[in-house]
């Protein structure tokens, strides 16, 4: 009877044991979850950095853009094919399989996209004061991230929702499941609409500055917006309108201006950032040290280094690098005498000791070069970050893009902002537009090539304005003329294909969406 | 116990009545040592009943004359004595030599092999011993059929990679390994010597250990003392170098110049240069390797007790010191019986070990740089200085012996770990166990990153040093509860009842800190330290990335699991487990698992019309079948956590105080996420011949992994490509895995003074991907070249998991006739006229178009190998005659390919010697591809060229020793005195032109890329074993 007392009460101890186990693995996270956030305003801050970080991902998009114009070659190692889907964009041979840099950008993206959605999704769950303006800066980084995709790959697929009588982007996050039953947008145009709704909201709610640098403001987003209309006046010249009173808006505002003089030498430096004439920047530090496992995890800017002469070079301000990205002679000789903007815009390395890139040129893009100075300062053992801030809309494309706005109108205004652009350049008014010139926009394109050249504007430029075959043509009869050893390759344009990027073939199959979606055209 | 002893004692009173009775008393000792055996059992045959030796090893019996007395312990070899009139019979029982008599252990308990129904390994302390392993795993290679050892590297103290069964999933194929019953991840920590036996559970039977028990399990038992035994020592020592086992044939300078002139198109070269410098010959060394072993044991009436130290200092093949290792280990094991029902055991194993580590295994390393270094450099240049690297514009490769001098990164690991256990004895039939398990280790990494240039443009250049200071605390323990029930009914009924729970928590915490720029401008390693630096120095994790819990970790599993084991008369066996877990890893819908295994056996030599054969010593059947789990994934994928990577710039620039912190999703989640199922099958026989001088095994094994947890790639959409975040895991494969297992060993002794013995085993493995549920049918890993984005590797149904997926070729292109006559005839989609081959040109590689079209696509790649072997087989030979003992042992692998990927393939980088055949003009060469720089099929695609058999046959080890005659020694004290010289790693035969067929980066999707393993070194030692 003892006994089997006993084994009755270790029977008893064994299920008591089951239970206590059972609550045993129920480990709980350090940290939030994700459908549990958004319980006070620092939350909701905190979710709008992870926004803003995708910001700094766009390297890729301004280095690749950059290359792929007719102004910019590849360059990288003589003696390798450096970078295989770069020196492939370079030459318009890019195809579906191409991934690397052209995958990463629709990848990275769409990311950003999917960081800005996940507040939107959740704006409404708590009120605050100032609540609109971070509601505002993620509807433009929204914006911002669904307008390089568009840029890059057309019509792209989104999900969409009707608010009112307006369909607009859908303000929740693409989850697992969704890539089967998103559609791509009828076309760009119908993409440019959207962006421009979600700008629409955000503008009202934005302050005309910000109490930080990085934030966006009223003008960031209303340069976007008109910048966007630029782009969609291609398709519907009736926003070349809505262009022109956005980005006037902008000028209007008074609160920005072209830096002059000594603070015009330095709008490249690290001093001149977030200036007078910023409107809109990719904030990067160096800081924080990054890692070749992964680069986009970095807070500084890689163009720094990956566009700067190859070593042996030893200058005194700017360092040794990879060789990428190098300035044709033609878009050096484009610049009149006399432009101070040649001098800020190339490094000419005649004379310089330094081993020739692929396709050498003699020349690099001094815009975005890493200085020693910056060197000795960064922290992390790989030479990746640097703080180069990206200019992504400055008040000077404000005004060419107004001008251009105008000028396809007639706008009389167009020749002043092009000659307040110019004045600046030349240190006078010798140079203001006349008649004589020629055509107006043809003016403006011009001077949008030699402004901003090598800040990744080239490529859609040409593209949307259809100068692109033209443009290509003349660099290729440039490479009929170089030293074959050189190793300057023709450019493989073609119409009606070239004008976007293929969505990557593997993103095509992931989302089951070969048929759904369909490659872009001549892919 | 008692009450069967007063049965005996009533039984034998009883008997005394009708038969002539005789009281007949000894002692039992052991032929090991000559001391006494406690608890040996002294049974009458036939009649179940007897008596057992006390602590003197006495003991004291009535029986009839005639009768047979079967004197029997656990490890040794049953002795029979027909009882005449023998007042007194003194036995020396001699340790078991037949296999079927082993003590297998097979989690929470043990079996005699006879018993056990599964398949089931054991490898003891003398094969080990024999192997002069620095490691565990290099005394499992080639010792057990079914489990292959691969290394990522060579280098000391490295770890290896033990798979057992082939790779059974696409994760973590690591079996699960418990070390008196601790889990112990890690197996340096362990001293080999320290080894009584490694049991390896290969098939459903793994089962007790449920979720774990996927990949297969190990179960080590590290020696302990004996009780009633005086105290004795051990003392195993020896010394010995280590050099590389191989070189590669590289092209000399000469050969080197006509090669640059050739690929680059130019005269780079005008005159040849004759000589300069085999950096491989500059790097690696000759390296001394020392260890020493000593350990004591002994015990009382109620104790046992066994103690050891041991330190094991080894130098590298690469950088001496440098690549150096050393550790100190010392184990304590310790029983204690309170009473005759309660017994105590502990044991405890603290390791101090130290590493340095130089770059290895891949671009960058030490090794990397020596293949590829243009031969024409020299080592130093005219100031005396390391020279610096110019021609080779690669930015990571550098003078390696310069790379080697200012590399410091030491790996320091401090390791308790720790069992004590309780074992109670009731109602005679019942023993309930508590077993508590732990380990506390504390890793430390320090790294000195000193200024240096090594010529321009390298990224390995600094001008700003800097002091890295990384640590990391790791514990974890097991807490077993089991009662075992054991009973026989009938005398023919015996059956074995385990019950029990199970909890495990392992838990971890990141730390350190990085400082920058020494003061005073000190480039010194002796001056590394944080505080020395400038500023304050950063740390390693942030208080934000601390609040999201970036810097800890925690999971944890519960079970509950049964087991019966049952056997008629010892021939017919059956078992089953059914084990319940709850893991932590899965969300609360899928939390626990049920993993249930069977298995039978029969023993039919047991069965009357074999009882008595001359010939046929045992032999058994089995079968088994049952499903066991994996949860090895990462913790939390069923939620989605907001520990992305969130850090912008406020844009002030000057310190840590610019970042901005926020929050962003992390790995995507997947709340559907539950336990990946493995159902194994397995039949077997086990067979001895001729007096157990030759045993057979056999065995043969299907096992289908489904539900295999796979983060496959998901649409760019979904926004995992975000820095920080992750692709989500799902269930989503098949993987089957089928195999045969033979072993058969032999041994004899011949005469008095010859004893061998030999075994032989082989095992295949086939691997076939059944399922992968991807939008593209297929996962990829592993990468070829540098920045090329190649994707080497596959998981596909139909095919082995992680195949090479790349371009087969047939040949070279030998003329641009050839070329344009594929040209001709290509068209693409709109019947335009393309390339046939883009970017062919005379002297390179032909593709072949595998689908057809007419023209070189991607869609031509296909299967052009797999890393994974068909075939393993291992050999052991030993033989002692008189005093001198010698053992040999070797491992074949046949059957897997390897990446030749230790080229980089610049214009001034060195190649192999193949290149010396290379296509030079029309019909020079069908093989090898012309010479060439810049873009080019040959170097820029994957394809089959670059795929090597990696078959190999190593000869692992060769030992001979003598052994003192114990007569000469006893004058001196000692009991055995034996010296030996040893050389492990001798020879491996292969036609595979990199430095180690044997080596693999280890992950199932992308092993078997070579970019310059660190070659695994041959060592010669001298040793000495003492006894006293």
Same mark, same amino acid.
């Given at each position: 009877?003892?006994?089997?007392?006993?084994?009755?009460?270790?029977?008893?101890?064994?299920?008591?044991?089951?239970?206590?186990?059972?609550?045993?693995?129920?480990?709980?996270?350090?940290?939030?979850?994700?459908?549990?956030?958004?319980?006070?305003?620092?939350?909701?801050?905190?979710?709008?950095?992870?926004?803003?970080?995708?910001?700094?991902?766009?390297?890729?998009?301004?280095?690749?853009?950059?290359?792929?114009?007719?102004?910019?070659?590849?360059?990288?190692?003589?003696?390798?094919?450096?970078?295989?889907?770069?020196?492939?964009?370079?030459?318009?041979?890019?195809?579906?399989?191409?991934?690397?840099? =052209?995958?990463?950008?629709?990848?990275?993206?769409?990311?950003?996209?999917?960081?800005?959605?996940?507040?939107?999704?959740?704006?409404?769950?708590?009120?605050?004061?100032?609540?609109?303006?971070?509601?505002?800066?993620?509807?433009?980084?929204?914006?911002?991230?669904?307008?390089?995709?568009?840029?890059?790959?057309?019509?792209?697929?989104?999900?969409?929702?009707?608010?009112?009588?307006?369909?607009?982007?859908?303000?929740?996050?693409?989850?697992?499941?969704?890539?089967?039953?998103?559609?791509?947008?009828?076309?760009?145009?119908?993409?440019?609409?959207?962006?421009?709704?979600?700008?629409?909201?955000?503008?009202?709610?934005?302050?005309?500055?910000?109490?930080?640098?990085?934030?966006?403001?009223?003008?960031?987003?209303?340069?976007?917006?008109?910048?966007?209309?630029?782009?969609?006046?291609?398709?519907?010249?009736?926003?070349?309108?809505?262009?022109?009173?956005?980005?006037?808006?902008?000028?209007?505002?008074?609160?920005?201006?072209?830096?002059?003089?000594?603070?015009?030498?330095? =709008?490249?430096?690290?001093?001149?950032?977030?200036?007078?004439?910023?409107?809109?920047?990719?904030?990067?530090?160096?800081?924080?040290?990054?890692?070749?496992?992964?680069?986009?995890?970095?807070?500084?800017?890689?163009?720094?280094?990956?566009?700067?002469?190859?070593?042996?070079?030893?200058?005194?301000?700017?360092?040794?690098?990879?060789?990428?990205?190098?300035?044709?002679?033609?878009?050096?000789?484009?610049?009149?005498?006399?432009?101070?903007?040649?001098?800020?815009?190339?490094?000419?390395?005649?004379?310089?000791?330094?081993?020739?890139?692929?396709?050498?040129?003699?020349?690099?893009?001094?815009?975005?070069?890493?200085?020693?100075?910056?060197?000795?300062?960064?922290?992390?053992?790989?030479?990746?970050?640097?703080?180069?801030?990206?200019?992504?809309?400055?008040?000077?494309?404000?005004?060419?893009?107004?001008?251009?706005?105008?000028?396809?109108?007639?706008?009389?205004?167009?020749?002043?902002?092009?000659?307040?652009?110019?004045?600046?350049?030349?240190?006078?008014?010798?140079?203001?537009?006349?008649?004589?010139?020629?055509?107006?926009?043809?003016?403006?394109?011009?001077?949008?090539?030699?402004?901003?050249?090598?800040?990744?504007?080239?490529?859609?430029?040409?593209?949307?304005?259809?100068?692109?075959?033209?443009?290509?043509?003349?660099?290729?009869?440039?490479?009929?003329?170089?030293?074959?050893?050189?190793?300057?390759?023709?450019?493989?344009?073609?119409?009606?294909?070239?004008?976007?990027?293929?969505?990557?073939?593997?993103?095509?199959?992931?989302?089951?969406?070969?048929?759904?979606?369909?490659?872009?055209?001549?892919? | 116990?008692?009450?069967?002893?007063?049965?005996?004692?009533?039984?034998?009173?009883?008997?005394?009545?009708?038969?002539?009775?005789?009281?007949?008393?000894?002692?039992?000792?052991?032929?090991?040592?000559?001391?006494?055996?406690?608890?040996?059992?002294?049974?009458?045959? !036939?009649?179940?009943?007897?008596?057992?030796?006390?602590?003197?090893?006495?003991?004291?019996?009535?029986?009839?004359?005639?009768?047979?007395?079967?004197?029997?312990?656990?490890?040794?070899?049953?002795?029979?004595?027909?009882?005449?009139?023998?007042?007194?019979?003194?036995?020396?029982?001699?340790?078991?030599?037949?296999?079927?008599?082993?003590?297998?252990?097979?989690?929470?308990?043990?079996?005699?092999?006879?018993?056990?129904?599964?398949?089931?390994?054991?490898?003891?302390?003398?094969?080990?011993?024999?192997?002069?392993?620095?490691?565990?795993?290099?005394?499992?290679?080639?010792?057990?059929?079914?489990?292959?050892?691969?290394?990522?590297?060579?280098?000391?103290?490295?770890?290896?990679? /033990?798979?057992?069964?082939?790779?059974?999933?696409?994760?973590?194929?690591?079996?699960?390994?418990?070390?008196?019953?601790?889990?112990?991840?890690?197996?340096?920590? /362990?001293?080999?010597?320290?080894?009584?036996?490694?049991?390896?559970?290969?098939?459903?039977?793994?089962?007790?250990?449920?979720?774990?028990?996927?990949?297969?399990?190990?179960?080590?038992?590290?020696?302990?003392?004996?009780?009633?035994?005086?105290?004795?020592?051990?003392?195993?020592?020896?010394?010995?170098?280590?050099?590389?086992?191989?070189?590669?044939?590289?092209?000399?300078?000469?050969?080197?110049?006509?090669?640059?002139?050739?690929?680059?198109?130019?005269?780079?070269?005008?005159?040849?240069?004759?000589?300069?410098?085999?950096?491989?010959?500059?790097?690696?060394?000759?390296?001394?390797?020392?260890?020493?072993?000593?350990?004591?044991?002994?015990?009382?009436?109620?104790?046992?007790?066994?103690?050891?130290?041991?330190?094991?200092?080894?130098?590298?093949?690469? !950088? $001496?010191?440098?690549?150096?290792?050393?550790?100190?280990?010392?184990?304590?094991?310790?029983?204690?019986?309170?009473?005759?029902?309660?017994?105590?055991?502990?044991?405890?194993?603290?390791?101090?070990?130290?590493?340095?580590?130089?770059?290895?295994?891949?671009?960058?390393?030490?090794?990397?740089?020596?293949?590829?270094?243009?031969?024409?450099?020299?080592?130093?240049?005219?100031?005396?200085?390391?020279?610096?690297?110019?021609?080779?514009?690669?930015?990571?490769?550098?003078?390696?012996?310069?790379?080697?001098?200012?590399?410091?990164?030491?790996?320091?690991?401090?390791?308790?770990?720790?069992?004590?256990?309780?074992?109670?004895?009731? $109602?005679?039939?019942?023993?309930?166990?508590?077993?508590?398990?732990?380990?506390?280790?504390?890793?430390?990494?320090?790294?000195?990153?000193?200024?240096?240039?090594?010529?321009?443009?390298?990224?390995?250049?600094?001008?700003?040093?800097?002091?890295?200071?990384?640590?990391?605390?790791?514990?974890?323990?097991?807490?077993?509860?089991?009662?075992?029930?054991?009973?026989?009914?009938?005398?023919?009924?015996?059956?074995?009842?385990?019950?029990?729970?199970?909890?495990?928590?392992?838990?971890?915490?990141?730390?350190?800190?990085?400082?920058?720029?020494?003061?005073?401008?000190?480039?010194?390693?002796?001056?590394?330290?944080?505080?020395?630096?400038?500023?304050?120095?950063?740390?390693?994790?942030?208080?934000?990335?601390?609040?999201?819990?970036?810097?800890?970790?925690?999971?944890?599993?519960?079970?509950?699991?049964?087991?019966?084991?049952?056997?008629?008369?010892?021939?017919?066996?059956?078992?089953?487990?059914?084990?319940?877990?709850?893991?932590?890893?899965?969300?609360?819908?899928?939390?626990?698992?049920?993993?249930?295994?069977?298995?039978?056996?029969?023993?039919?030599?047991?069965?009357?019309?074999?009882?008595?054969?001359?010939?046929?010593?045992?032999?058994?059947?089995?079968?088994?079948?049952?499903?066991?789990?994996?949860?090895?994934?990462?913790?939390?994928?069923?939620?989605?956590?907001?520990?992305?990577?969130?850090?912008?710039?406020?844009?002030?620039?000057?310190?840590?105080?610019?970042?901005?912190?926020?929050?962003?999703?992390?790995?995507?989640?997947?709340?559907?996420?539950?336990?990946?199922?493995?159902?194994?099958?397995?039949? !077997?026989?086990?067979?001895?011949?001729?007096?157990?001088?030759?045993?057979?095994?056999?065995?043969?094994?299907?096992?289908?992994?489904?539900?295999?947890?796979?983060?496959?790639?998901?649409?760019?959409?979904?926004?995992?490509?975000?820095?920080?975040?992750?692709?989500?895991?799902?269930?989503?494969?098949?993987?089957?895995?089928?195999? $045969?297992?033979?072993?058969?060993?032999?041994?004899?002794?011949?005469?008095?003074?010859?004893?061998?013995?030999?075994?032989?085993?082989?095992?295949?493995?086939?691997?076939?991907? $059944?399922?992968?549920?991807?939008?593209?049918?297929?996962?990829?890993?592993?990468?070829?070249?540098?920045?090329?984005?190649?994707?080497?590797?596959?998981?596909?149904?139909?095919?082995?998991?992680?195949?090479?997926?790349?371009?087969?070729?047939?040949?070279?292109?030998?003329?641009?006739?050839?070329?344009?006559?594929?040209?001709?005839?290509?068209?693409?989609?709109?019947?335009?006229?393309?390339?046939?081959?883009?970017?062919?040109?005379?002297?390179?590689?032909?593709?072949?178009?595998?689908?057809?079209?007419?023209?070189?696509?991607?869609?031509?790649?296909?299967?052009?190998?797999?890393?994974?072997?068909?075939?393993?087989? !291992?050999?052991?030979?030993?033989?002692?005659?008189?005093?001198?003992?010698?053992?040999?042992?070797?491992?074949?692998?046949?059957?897997?390919?390897?990446?030749?990927?230790?080229?980089?393939?610049?214009?001034?980088?060195?190649?192999?010697?193949?290149?010396?055949?290379?296509?030079?003009?029309?019909?020079?060469?069908?093989?090898?591809?012309?010479?060439?720089?810049?873009?080019?099929?040959?170097?820029?695609?994957?394809?089959?060229?670059?795929?090597?058999?990696?078959?190999?046959?190593?000869?692992?080890?060769?030992?001979?020793?003598?052994?003192?005659?114990?007569?000469?020694?006893?004058?001196?004290?000692?009991?055995?005195?034996?010296?030996?010289?040893?050389?492990?790693?001798?020879?491996?035969?292969?036609?595979?032109?990199?430095?180690?067929?044997?080596?693999?980066?280890?992950?199932?999707?992308?092993?078997?890329?070579?970019?310059?393993?660190?070659?695994?070194?041959?060592?010669?030692?001298?040793?000495?074993?003492?006894?006293?």
């Amino acid at each position: 009877m003892k006994n089997i007392f006993k084994i009755t009460s270790l029977f008893i101890a064994f299920a008591a044991l089951t239970t206590a186990c059972d609550d045993y693995v129920e480990v709980e996270p350090i940290g939030p979850v994700s459908n549990n956030y958004f319980n006070s305003q620092e939350e909701y801050e905190s979710a709008l950095i992870g926004a803003y970080d995708m910001l700094q991902t766009t390297f890729w998009n301004v280095l690749t853009g950059t290359i792929a114009s007719d102004d910019i070659v590849a360059g990288g190692d003589s003696s390798n094919y450096d970078q295989p889907t770069l020196q492939d964009v370079d030459q318009m041979v890019h195809t579906q399989s191409s991934n690397n840099q =052209i995958r990463d950008i629709w990848n990275l993206m769409y990311a950003g996209m999917n960081r800005a959605n996940y507040i939107l999704e959740f704006q409404n769950k708590l009120d605050f004061d100032g609540k609109e303006n971070i509601i505002a800066q993620a509807y433009f980084l929204r914006a911002y991230y669904a307008f390089e995709l568009a840029k890059w790959y057309g019509n792209i697929p989104l999900l969409t929702e009707k608010r009112g009588e307006t369909t607009r982007i859908a303000n929740k996050r693409i989850l697992f499941g969704d890539q089967y039953v998103i559609n791509r947008a009828d076309d760009v145009a119908a993409v440019y609409s959207l962006i421009e709704e979600d700008l629409k909201e955000a503008i009202p709610n934005l302050p005309v500055t910000q109490d930080m640098d990085y934030k966006v403001t009223k003008g960031a987003a209303q340069a976007l917006l008109g910048k966007i209309y630029l782009y969609h006046g291609t398709f519907d010249d009736t926003k070349f309108a809505d262009a022109a009173t956005e980005l006037d808006a902008v000028i209007n505002s008074g609160a920005y201006s072209l830096a002059q003089g000594a603070d015009f030498q330095k =709008i490249w430096d690290l001093e001149g950032e977030n200036g007078s004439g910023s409107v809109f920047e990719v904030q990067y530090t160096s800081v924080e040290g990054a890692g070749w496992g992964c680069i986009i995890c970095s807070e500084g800017n890689y163009i720094p280094k990956f566009t700067a002469p190859r070593s042996p070079y030893n200058g005194d301000k700017y360092i040794a690098g990879w060789g990428f990205s190098l300035p044709t002679p033609m878009l050096v000789d484009a610049f009149k005498d006399g432009d101070a903007r040649k001098e800020l815009s190339f490094l000419d390395m005649a004379g310089e000791n330094y081993s020739e890139s692929r396709g050498n040129t003699g020349y690099f893009n001094k815009k975005y070069l890493g200085t020693k100075e910056n060197d000795a300062t960064r922290t992390g053992s790989d030479p990746l970050n640097y703080t180069n801030n990206y200019r992504a809309i400055r008040y000077a494309d404000v005004l060419l893009m107004s001008a251009e706005a105008h000028a396809q109108n007639g706008g009389t205004k167009a020749a002043d902002y092009l000659n307040e652009v110019r004045a600046r350049a030349f240190g006078n008014n010798s140079q203001d537009y006349t008649a004589a010139e020629g055509d107006l926009l043809e003016a403006i394109y011009n001077e949008r090539r030699v402004e901003l050249s090598g800040e990744g504007h080239r490529f859609f430029d040409l593209v949307r304005t259809n100068r692109a075959k033209a443009a290509f043509d003349t660099f290729n009869a440039w490479v009929a003329t170089q030293d074959e050893e050189i190793g300057h390759m023709p450019v493989q344009y073609k119409e009606n294909k070239n004008e976007v990027f293929p969505i990557p073939l593997v993103e095509l199959e992931l989302a089951n969406a070969v048929e759904t979606w369909g490659q872009n055209a001549g892919y | 116990m008692k009450i069967r002893i007063l049965l005996i004692l009533f039984l034998s009173a009883s008997l005394s009545v009708f038969s002539q009775q005789v009281q007949v008393s000894g002692t039992v000792l052991s032929s090991e040592d000559n001391l006494p055996i406690v608890g040996a059992n002294v049974l009458l045959k !036939g009649q179940n009943s007897g008596t057992s030796t006390d602590f003197d090893g006495n003991y004291s019996l009535t029986a009839n004359a005639g009768d047979v007395l079967l004197f029997s312990y656990i490890g040794f070899e049953t002795q029979q004595v027909v009882l005449n009139d023998q007042k007194s019979i003194q036995i020396v029982l001699s340790p078991n030599t037949s296999a079927l008599d082993e003590i297998v252990v097979i989690g929470y308990g043990t079996q005699s092999k006879k018993e056990t129904t599964g398949a089931v390994a054991v490898v003891g302390s003398e094969a080990i011993e024999k192997l002069n392993p620095q490691r565990v795993e290099q005394a499992l290679q080639g010792q057990v059929a079914g489990v292959n050892i691969t290394s990522s590297s060579g280098s000391p103290g490295s770890g290896a990679n /033990i798979r057992i069964r082939g790779i059974s999933t696409n994760g973590d194929s690591r079996p699960l390994i418990l070390v008196d019953g601790n889990v112990i991840e890690d197996l340096s920590a /362990i001293n080999p010597n320290d080894i009584k036996s490694v049991n390896v559970l290969k098939d459903a039977t793994a089962g007790i250990y449920g979720v774990r028990a996927a990949n297969g399990v190990i179960l080590i038992v590290t020696k302990s003392g004996r009780k009633d035994s005086p105290l004795k020592f051990t003392v195993d020592s020896f010394y010995g170098f280590q050099q590389t086992a191989s070189y590669l044939d590289l092209m000399k300078p000469y050969d080197f110049a006509q090669y640059v002139n050739d690929a680059s198109g130019k005269t780079k070269y005008l005159v040849f240069p004759e000589t300069g410098t085999d950096w491989q010959k500059e790097v690696f060394e000759t390296a001394p390797i020392l260890s020493t072993n000593v350990s004591a044991s002994g015990g009382t009436e109620k104790s046992a007790y066994s103690f050891g130290v041991s330190y094991l200092d080894q130098d590298g093949i690469v !950088g $001496l010191d440098k690549s150096g290792y050393s550790r100190l280990t010392s184990r304590l094991s310790y029983q204690y019986d309170l009473t005759d029902d309660l017994k105590l055991s502990t044991t405890a194993i603290y390791t101090h070990s130290e590493k340095n580590n130089l770059p290895e295994n891949g671009i960058g390393a030490v090794l990397y740089n020596a293949v590829n270094l243009n031969p024409d450099l020299a080592v130093y240049d005219e100031n005396g200085e390391y020279s610096l690297v110019k021609d080779i514009k690669q930015i990571e490769i550098i003078n390696p012996l310069a790379q080697i001098e200012n590399t410091h990164n030491k790996s320091i690991v401090d390791k308790i770990s720790a069992t004590f256990g309780v074992d109670y004895t009731f $109602l005679e039939n019942f023993k309930v166990s508590s077993k508590f398990q732990m380990n506390h280790a504390v890793v430390l990494d320090d790294t000195f990153l000193q200024n240096a240039y090594y010529g321009p443009g390298k990224g390995a250049n600094r001008t700003t040093n800097e002091v890295i200071d990384f640590g990391a605390v790791f514990d974890d323990y097991t807490w077993d509860n089991y009662i075992t029930y054991t009973n026989t009914f009938n005398e023919d009924h015996n059956l074995n009842v385990l019950l029990g729970t199970s909890i495990f928590n392992t838990e971890g915490l990141y730390y350190g800190a990085i400082g920058r720029q020494l003061k005073d401008g000190s480039n010194s390693v002796a001056d590394a330290t944080i505080e020395n630096t400038e500023g304050i120095g950063s740390p390693r994790f942030q208080p934000e990335s601390i609040a999201l819990g970036a810097n800890v970790f925690q999971s944890r599993l519960a079970s509950l699991f049964a087991r019966f084991q049952y056997n008629y008369q010892g021939k017919y066996l059956v078992s089953g487990v059914v084990r319940r877990d709850g893991s932590s890893k899965f969300g609360p819908e899928n939390k626990f698992g049920y993993f249930p295994s069977g298995s039978i056996g029969w023993n039919v030599s047991e069965e009357d019309f074999l009882q008595n054969s001359s010939w046929l010593s045992s032999l058994k059947l089995r079968a088994s079948y049952g499903i066991i789990g994996n949860d090895r994934i990462r913790d939390f994928v069923f939620l989605s956590r907001l520990n992305g990577e969130a850090v912008y710039s406020s844009n002030d620039e000057v310190e840590e105080a610019d970042l901005l912190r926020g929050v962003a999703e992390g790995g995507l989640s997947n709340p559907e996420v539950r336990w990946e199922k493995q159902k194994t099958a397995n039949i !077997g026989l086990d067979a001895a011949f001729l007096d157990n001088r030759i045993n057979i095994t056999v065995d043969a094994y299907t096992k289908e992994t489904e539900d295999l947890l796979i983060a496959p790639q998901v649409s760019g959409v979904l926004g995992a490509s975000a820095p920080g975040s992750s692709a989500p895991f799902v269930n989503a494969g098949t993987v089957q895995n089928k195999g $045969l297992e033979f072993r058969i060993a032999y041994a004899d002794n011949i005469g008095e003074d010859f004893k061998f013995n030999t075994s032989f085993n082989i095992s295949t493995n086939e691997n076939e991907v $059944l399922f992968v549920e991807s939008e593209n049918g297929f996962q990829q890993g592993g990468e070829y070249g540098v920045g090329l984005g190649i994707i080497t590797s596959r998981m596909e149904a139909g095919h082995p998991i992680g195949y090479f997926y790349g371009y087969e070729t047939d040949g070279l292109y030998q003329n641009q006739a050839e070329i344009d006559a594929l040209d001709a005839l290509a068209f693409d989609e709109d019947g335009e006229s393309i390339k046939y081959h883009s970017g062919a040109e005379p002297g390179d590689l032909k593709f072949v178009d595998t689908n057809g079209d007419g023209k070189i696509t991607e869609e031509d790649k296909t299967n052009i190998g797999d890393p994974i072997a068909d075939m393993t087989m !291992g050999f052991n030979l030993g033989f002692n005659y008189k005093n001198i003992d010698f053992s040999a042992s070797a491992f074949a692998s046949l059957g897997g390919d390897m990446v030749r990927d230790y080229e980089r393939k610049d214009t001034y980088a060195n190649r192999g010697t193949y290149m010396l055949d290379r296509w030079t003009g029309e019909g020079t060469s069908n093989t090898v591809p012309r010479a060439t720089s810049g873009k080019s099929i040959n170097t820029d695609e994957f394809s089959d060229f670059l795929v090597e058999d990696a078959s190999f046959l190593r000869i692992q080890n060769i030992q001979v020793g003598y052994t003192f005659n114990q007569s000469t020694i006893a004058k001196i004290g000692m009991e055995k005195v034996r010296v030996y010289i040893s050389a492990n790693n001798v020879h491996t035969f292969t036609n595979y032109q990199g430095y180690d067929p044997s080596a693999s980066s280890g992950s199932p999707i992308g092993s078997g890329i070579d970019k310059g393993f660190y070659p695994v070194a041959a060592t010669y030692m001298l040793g000495l074993n003492l006894k006293f």
